[in-house]
């Protein structure tokens, strides 16, 4: 899977959504900013000319990045995901044995990852270590910065409280 982006089914019509409005609209409108800019003259002296070239530059390179997370992707199979084990998709409940503490994470592609939202990469170290492991696991995280021990309380596949 070296290369594949993998999404969440929301997160595939978000990243295509994005893609269709950046290719439909925000690349024509830049267009037009630019055109309408040249009409203003000297283009060494403009700086409307220079923001909207600018601009365009910015909506290519995120088109660029989309088409390439598009072009080969995998959507986790909500139907695979189970309470027996911890997968991509999983929402899994931890308790950290340090500190007494419980979260709840999903874990998701790398391009989905949000930790505000508790939403982990895949290639995270906390998912790495709680892939393939069951409830009631106490499983040991190694990151960077420290190195700890969290024990899964619960594993679904939709969203745990």
């Not at 403009?46 to 910015?58: I, S, T």
């Not at 991509?88 to 990852?113: H, M, P, R």
């Not at 508790?118 to 170290?125: A, D, F, L, Y």
Request: one cysteine or more; proline letters at 1%.
């Amino acid at each position: 899977m070296e290369n594949t982006t993998i999404f969440t089914k929301e997160g595939y019509d978000a990243c295509y959504a994005e893609y269709r409005e950046l290719v439909d609209v925000k690349r024509r409108e830049a267009s037009e900013k630019i055109k309408v800019a040249r009409e203003y003259g000297d283009l060494s002296e403009n700086a409307e000319y220079d923001a909207a070239k600018e601009e365009q530059a910015m909506i290519e390179a995120r088109i660029k990045e989309l088409e390439a997370k598009l072009s080969n992707y995998e959507i986790i199979d909500e139907s695979k995901i189970t309470s027996d084990v911890v997968s991509i998709g999983s929402y899994v409940k931890v308790l950290d044995k340090e500190f007494n503490e419980e979260d709840v994470y999903q874990i998701v592609g790398s391009t989905e990852a949000d930790i505000n939202i508790n939403r982990i990469s895949n290639n995270s170290p906390m998912a790495m270590a709680l892939l393939g492991k069951k409830k009631g696991e106490t499983v040991r995280v190694v990151t960077p910065q420290a190195t700890f021990e969290v024990t899964i309380m619960a594993i679904s596949k939709d969203k745990i409280n």
